[in-house]
């Protein structure tokens, strides 16, 4: 079955960091662009970040350039987000997602979504 | 890239035709996905390239456009149709619409 399944998030302070992962499993890993999507409570979807499959292009939204990393790890199936400097307005659910089509540098739509794990920012 | 999407919300009973429209603050090609989201769930892709159908997706669901302008159109809604649909341009980056609320009239 492919899948995706993420973990990290959880209560943080403003202004610390969080690392979140998503392990995928089913598919094969590294033939796939991956992506970060964020969906803040009651509201609507938010593209993140994404990345290649072999990490060669790499794009932030305005909202979190200079804050958030991403990154991929093919050996471990497993794709990442580093998040620094963490805001209120960062609070949300955050999937991740795979591109449907192999071998796309960066964007496609996205056929395969993780379940979330909720980021809340507050002191 | 700006997507706007109308109506926000809609009512609608079992049987009607359904459509909802996304436009882009530029042309895009076809480089649009649809997204169906239920409560609590996470997005599920219904038609990439505009109007690819993705494969286990009801023929009943159809999009149409290209440029700045698009439809999504379910031809006989469903009970199991009634959700949130989302548009996303993947032209320049990726951003999605604001969402249609498609609910039980």
């Known amino acids: 079955e492919v899948q995706l399944v993420e973990s990290g998030g959880g209560l943080v302070q403003p202004g610390r960091s969080l690392r979140l992962s998503c392990a995928a499993s089913g598919f094969t890993f590294d033939d796939y662009a991956m992506h970060w999507v964020r969906q803040a409570p009651g509201k609507g979807l938010e593209w993140v970040s994404g990345i290649s499959w072999n990490s060669g292009s790499i794009g932030y939204a305005d909202s979190v350039k200079g804050r958030f990393t991403i990154s991929r790890d093919n050996a471990k199936n497993s794709l990442y987000l580093q998040m620094n400097s963490l805001r209120a307005e960062d609070t949300a659910l955050y999937y991740c997602?795979?591109?449907?089509?192999?071998?796309?540098?960066?964007?496609?739509?996205?056929?395969?979504w993780g379940q979330g794990t909720m980021v809340t920012v507050s002191s | 890239i700006q997507l706007t999407q109308s109506p926000s919300s809609l009512s609608a009973s079992v049987g009607d035709r359904v459509t909802i429209t996304c436009r882009a603050s530029q042309g895009i090609s076809s480089y649009l996905a649809w997204y169906q989201q239920k409560p609590g769930k996470a997005p599920k892709l219904l038609i990439y390239?505009?109007?690819t159908l993705q494969s286990g997706v009801p023929s009943r669901f159809s999009g149409s456009g290209s440029g700045t302008d698009f439809t999504l159109t379910i031809s006989s809604l469903q009970p199991e149709d009634f959700a949130t649909y989302y548009c996303q341009q993947l032209n320049s980056y990726s951003t999605f619409g604001p969402g249609t609320k498609v609910d039980i009239k």
């Open positions: 390239a505009a109007s």
């Open positions: 997602a795979k591109v449907w089509r192999v071998g796309i540098q960066l964007f496609d739509a996205f056929d395969i």
